[in-house]
């Protein structure tokens, strides 16, 4: 069972006008399973970092004394900015020296296709300085005519190196930057070099540097000036970036290589993402390093106005109307995808955002119970209902499990007792009986907090678990115990137990200790005895009414007013608000917490907040510019006193914050129309000039985005994921068509039954009328696809990205 679709809730998207096609970030889903033969040869402590390019940002917890790690941790998150590569990093954890780097996998961008959706094995490659770049460069590129005194033609390359943006940090401080312009052919290298510019990430070169190309013949003022061709195919513009060591060797940045023949006669400009040296990274001692096993899943939306998807989105809309079920928009799209699980994650995130997802539930959940033959086996395959309640908890009850297990989680990570009861694995001194009466504590004390929460249960997971019981009850009428174990099969084995099991899944802890696993066995032990009768700890009464509760449809105090909602947390810095004058040095580590009342900071985690903002008096969350403090990933928080700045620890994490902060305060009637893209510093703001601190901004504030705080959903986006998903499956939709037709026109004993044994078919008629127009929606939206395709590519120039 997968979960990771909670582990990045907040979706970032690139704010454009809906009459315009949105080019939405990719999106990656990973599956860090296991490394094997690692170097050095002995037993280690390994972690392993995955990087955009240099910049890390996630990282998994330590496997311990192993030659083989096995890591199992899942990451999900979106791609803010622009990469090149994709790299995990396998490092040999230390205590009183650096962490050693082991080795490395790097996948470029352009070749994640060929990866994505299914486990590899990769070979750790040494990680080499000269590989080790990020970044792109602004060049302007020009071939001149000269004519000069004494009447020759003179052939002139002028190179404007303008800017840098991104370089990677050296040390985890900006760089010192400078770069080298070469024209290069096979009997010259004639090199210049820019300024250093010192601290920045983004440097501002704007310096213009002049080379004579050689010609082949003399040019008389009079003759036609013409390149030799054999000459422009020799020669090429490369510019090298280097961080100024001073004291030390300069490191290596990346480089860029144009050949001059693309420039001809005319004037050039362009973004060139850096590259690797191109004998960087090249050692024959790789197959000694180890190797490193993934699952890989990327995707890349580009997302049409919204009136292109239409008519998609309705027929996927209608889907709990059709009779039968399985000849719906919906649940083909189960039947087509290799992975049901493909289609459930956008399919239940477009009913849950149009209110369409508890009738759907219902119906395929009804399909479901036909073919289950005994009461005990109710809703515990993988079929296409459980999978969708699963997404539907997984969604709507992030907040819901906080309130419940996360106070009792952190109090068993805090101060942790032994539970080990097996006598194999008992350590010397070890007592089986005290550990035993830990554990019986510990799952007592979850377990009462669970059935004590039904209060909390979102509304509606309690109008999904009410049709679910009673479809049970319909189905086994003589078992009085199936309406309780329908509900209990989702909110105990599918919701707790899980969240239990990988409280990290669900950000209730960064991770987990390997004791929970133990816990969650037990405690579903006695769920399973509970409704067979056969629990003597716990009431059973209690149990049963909390099922009860969770399963009812009546009205209720909503969970998200008696308290405030618990939206996101973690580990920044900060900025000092005017209180020193020497404010570049004054940031500080602190403890940041979002709910939906206010935005708080403290000096530790479960620490009494320093500074709180209500969040109605939040007025604009923005990104800040790396030059205001010479410091990448920052952010700044305008309420009613000194802007709050804040730096985040990566791209991924500070694009998360805005987005989370955006949304809760996008309701807020005094939110701010421009605002200042950098600080006040020294007596001006740096972006305008202007002296006065309270003026108006002079850029305008990004565009909305939607209010819900509980339910983050574009559904545009989700019905751009289903449209690629029947594109990708469009020979088994027309084998499907056509498995249809022959039913409907031979009534007789089916032919080759392998056409469609597979499928689902209970009314072919009904289900011939919805593929066809599936096939119908997808050919138009294909046309449209292929148009933006066909304008973005006449569009694009040499070197731009």
């Known amino acids: 069972m997968s979960w990771y679709y909670d582990l990045m809730p907040y979706h970032l998207r690139l704010q454009t006008s809906r009459g315009k096609v949105q080019v939405l970030q990719e999106v990656v889903f990973m599956s860090q399973y ?38 199992g941790e899942e990451f999900y998150f979106e791609i803010p900015r622009t990469f090149q590569w994709l790299s995990f990093y396998i490092y040999d954890k230390s205590v009183l020296q650096k962490d050693l780097r082991i080795g490395k996998v790097s996948i470029k961008k352009e070749d994640l296709c060929k990866y994505t959706g299914k486990e590899n094995w990769f070979m750790l490659q040494p990680v080499d300085s000269n590989s080790e770049v990020q970044g792109k460069v602004h060049l302007e590129l020009k071939l001149n005519e000269l004519i000069t005194d004494n ?13 840098c943006h991104g370089l990677p940090l050296i040390n985890g401080q900006n760089c010192d930057p400078y770069a080298t312009v070469s024209l290069v052919g096979p009997s010259r290298n004639d090199q210049k070099k820019t300024k250093v510019k010192k601290k920045t990430s983004n440097p501002q070169f704007n310096e213009t540097f002049y080379f ?77 390093l180890g190797s490193l096993r993934l699952n890989i899943c990327y995707t890349e939306d580009c997302v049409l106005p919204s009136e292109y998807y239409s008519s998609l989105r309705n ?25 049901k699980y493909d289609a459930v994650l956008p399919l239940v995130r477009l009913l849950l955002h149009h209110h369409k997802l508890v009738p759907f539930v219902a119906a395929v959940a009804e399909l479901d119970l036909k073919d289950t033959q005994e009461a005990n086996t109710v809703f515990r395959g993988n079929s296409l209902a459980t999978r969708c309640v699963d997404e539907m908890m997984k969604i709507v009850g992030k907040h819901y499990l906080k309130v419940t297990l996360k106070p009792v989680i952190d109090e068993i990570c805090e101060s942790p007792k032994p539970c080990e009861i097996d006598p194999i694995k008992l350590r010397e001194g070890d007592n089986v009986e005290i550990n035993m009466e830990n554990l019986r504590y510990y799952v007592d004390k979850v377990f009462r907090e669970i059935v004590q929460s039904s209060i909390s249960c979102p509304t509606l ?11 049970a009850a319909k189905r086994f009428p003589n078992d009085p115990h199936v309406q309780y174990s329908a509900v209990s099969s989702f909110v105990f084995l599918r919701f707790f137990a899980v969240a239990v099991v990988s409280p990290h899944t669900f950000h209730l802890r960064p991770h987990h200790p390997v004791s929970f696993v133990k816990l969650c066995s037990v405690l579903l032990i006695i769920v399973r005895s509970v409704y067979l009768g056969r629990h003597k700890l716990l009431s059973v009464v209690f149990f049963l009414k909390f099922l009860d509760d969770v399963s009812s449809t009546e009205s209720r105090e909503p969970s998200g007013l008696s308290e405030p909602i618990h939206l996101k947390e973690g580990e920044m810095y900060k900025r000092a608000q005017g209180r020193t004058r020497i404010g570049k040095k004054n940031f500080k580590k602190r403890w940041f917490c979002l709910t939906s009342r206010e935005f708080t900071y403290h000096k530790q985690q479960d620490k009494e907040p320093i500074f709180t903002i209500p969040i109605k008096n939040i007025l604009a969350v923005e990104k800040l510019d790396e030059s205001s403090f010479n410091k990448k990933n920052m952010f700044q928080v305008l309420h009613g006193e000194k802007p709050l700045y804040i730096q985040a620890n990566n791209c991924v994490e500070a694009s998360e914050w ?96 392998d056409d469609y044994s597979n499928f689902t078919i209970e009314d072919s008629v009904a289900t011939f009328h919805t593929l066809k127009q599936i096939i119908d929606i997808v050919e138009k939206l294909n046309e449209s696809h292929e148009k933006y395709r066909k304008k973005r590519s006449s569009s694009a120039k040499y070197g731009s990205e």
């Open 151 to 163: 009447g020759s033609v003179c052939q002139q390359l002028v190179v404007h190196i303008k800017e």
């Open 315 to 339: 027929l996927l809309l209608k889907s709990s109307d059709v009779q039968p079920i399985s000849a719906s928009a919906a649940y083909i799209l189960s039947e087509v995808c290799r992975d």
């Open 461 to 471: 997971m309690c109008d999904v678990f009410y049709s679910l019981r009673h479809l």
């Open 212 to 288: 004579e190309v050689t010609r082949s013949s003399s040019y008389t003022k009079k003759s036609q000036f013409q390149v030799e061709e054999e000459d422009i195919e020799k020669l090429e513009v490369r510019v090298d970036l280097w961080n100024n060591g001073n004291l030390v060797q300069d490191v290596f940045l990346g480089e860029i290589k144009v050949p001059v023949k693309v420039l001809r006669n005319d004037s050039f400009q362009a973004w060139y993402l850096l590259q690797p040296r191109e004998n960087g990274n090249k050692s024959s001692k790789t197959d000694d």
């Open 658 to 753: 805005i987005e989370a902060l955006c949304r809760v305060t996008r309701s807020n009637q005094k939110r701010l129309s421009f605002y200042h893209p950098s600080a006040f510093l020294n007596g001006n703001w740096l972006c305008c000039k202007a002296t006065l601190e309270n003026t108006v901004g002079c850029a305008p504030c990004t565009a909305d985005v939607p209010a819900d705080t509980h339910i983050e959903i574009d559904g545009d986006r989700e019905t751009e994921r289903i449209y690629s998903l029947f594109t990708i499956n469009m020979s088994k939709l027309q084998k499907l068509e056509e498995a249809c037709g022959s039913i409907a026109v031979y009534q007789g004993p089916r032919k080759e039954p």
């Open 34 to 71: 296991d490394a094997k033969h690692l170097v050095p040869n002995k037993m280690r402590d390994f972690f392993c970092t995955i990087n955009l390019d240099q910049e890390e940002v996630f990282r998994t917890q330590v496997v311990e004394k192993s030659l083989s790690p096995y890591f």
